[in-house]
């Protein structure tokens, strides 16, 4: 990271601060997430952490935790080693009948389903998180075929020696079990950021509803100069179509080749961006969790509830995409801020807030107002209320129940 583009120490330290929060809430693991705090603040955990800026990404088709070499032809169902035949990467095409190849199906170890001793893996486990279909029975099928697209999973066949096998929806290897995933995609992994931010409050702006006190909110500024540190400390992998809950964590840790501590990398990004900042009330926070019989510490999720208020509409009110925006946490001070998602600000902040008037748009402030009502009457938070995909904390651990204590 050059200079120029370098994060404060006291940017490090809440990120630090939060990452151990976000362990305590069970974000990341516990214990993980205290070494990599302590690292960051300085002090021995027997743990080194590298903050690294990615430059150059190299996808690979098999590695220890994934084995993804293999696709089929869309209409012959002949099944091919992409490793063996790189030209088929160029040019995804059947070399015996010219028709699309795509990727073969792949089995997903689930979290539920780990040994007890393991409750996270790492890229030093040499655990394969995804199964291609050659490790499934150990010899490469002839013909994969699907006879109803309508039912793709269970009309699933493979073709072995004019013998036709139906695949369970499960597998076991060794101690682990891994479920049925129709072809490998970008929903196998879910990555985690912990997203810490700074500003000069004398350098922001006050701005105030329209519509009379949102309850719960002490203050709300507008900074055009707002430090953001995204760091994605692990990932969850596994089965598609599993909750965030029952997937696997992993991360990028390494063993030392000399003695010495334990490494952990860490991918990182850091902006000035355009955002607003929003101070929640204490007492009236920690009232409203009293009353509904939850801890201190579920500050977290009061915290992480408000900001999803003031994020999940953002797309629709602006026009701009859901990734054009994100939310960091700033626990211990019971505050969180809303940015735009891009080096100088997008434009997409600054469109709902009147800077003349020192108010919030009218039309966004409804939206926030409105984000505590769910079409679906769920219990707790679902995709109809306040999960967005600009979440980058996978809209953990919601809960729209704090807005209504808070009076909304």
């Given at each position: ?42 002090r021995n955990s027997g743990l080194t952490v590298q903050l690294m800026v990615p430059i150059h990404i190299t996808l690979a088709l098999q590695s220890s935790l994934a ?342």
């Amino acid at each position: 990271m050059s200079a120029l583009a370098q994060p404060s120490r006291s940017l490090i330290l809440r990120l630090a601060d939060e990452i151990e929060r976000a362990g305590a809430q069970g974000l990341l693991p516990y214990g993980d997430a205290q070494r990599i705090a302590e690292a960051l603040r300085g002090r021995n955990s027997g743990l080194t952490v590298q903050l690294m800026v990615p430059i150059h990404i190299t996808l690979a088709l098999q590695s220890s935790l994934a084995d993804l070499r293999f696709a089929r032809c869309s209409e012959c169902g002949a099944v091919y080693n992409l490793t063996v035949n790189p030209h088929l990467l160029r040019r995804p095409r059947c070399d015996k009948c010219g028709r699309a190849l795509v990727p073969a199906p792949v089995w997903s170890i689930v979290a539920r389903n780990l040994p007890a001793s393991r409750r996270r893996l790492t890229t030093k486990t040499r655990i394969k998180i995804a199964l291609s279909i050659e490790e499934y029975r150990h010899t490469c099928p002839q013909t994969v075929k699907i006879s109803d697209r309508a039912r793709p999973i269970a009309t699933l066949e493979f073709n072995y020696g004019g013998q036709k096998h139906r695949p369970l929806a499960s597998v076991r290897r060794d101690r682990f079990i891994y479920w049925l995933s129709m072809m490998p995609s970008e929903g196998i992994t879910k990555p985690i950021s912990i997203i810490a931010f700074a500003y000069n409050r004398d350098r922001c702006i006050p701005v105030s509803p329209t519509m009379g006190s949102l309850k719960g909110i002490e203050e709300i500024l507008f900074c055009r100069n707002l430090e953001v540190l995204q760091a994605t400390v692990a990932y969850k992998a596994g089965h598609y179509r599993t909750a965030t809950r029952a997937r696997v964590t992993v991360m990028d840790m390494l063993t030392p080749v000399l003695v010495g501590a334990e490494s952990v990398r860490i991918c990182v990004r850091y902006i000035r961006t355009q955002g607003i900042v929003v101070r929640a009330d204490k007492n009236l926070v920690r009232r409203a969790l009293q009353s509904l019989s939850l801890s201190r510490g579920s500050e977290w999720v009061a915290v992480h509830t408000l900001s999803h208020a003031f994020l999940v509409s953002l797309p629709q009110i602006t026009g701009l995409e859901g990734r054009d925006f994100g939310e960091a946490l700033n626990t211990h001070g019971l505050e969180f801020a809303i940015y735009d998602n891009a080096m100088g600000g997008l434009g997409g902040i600054e469109g709902v807030v009147d800077i003349g008037a020192r108010t919030l748009d009218p039309n966004y402030e409804i939206r926030i107002r409105e984000s505590v009502n769910c079409p679906l009457a769920c219990t707790r938070a679902c995709k109809a209320c306040l999960y967005t995909d600009s979440c980058y904390m996978l809209n953990w651990r919601l809960d729209r129940r704090v807005l209504r204590a808070l009076g909304w």
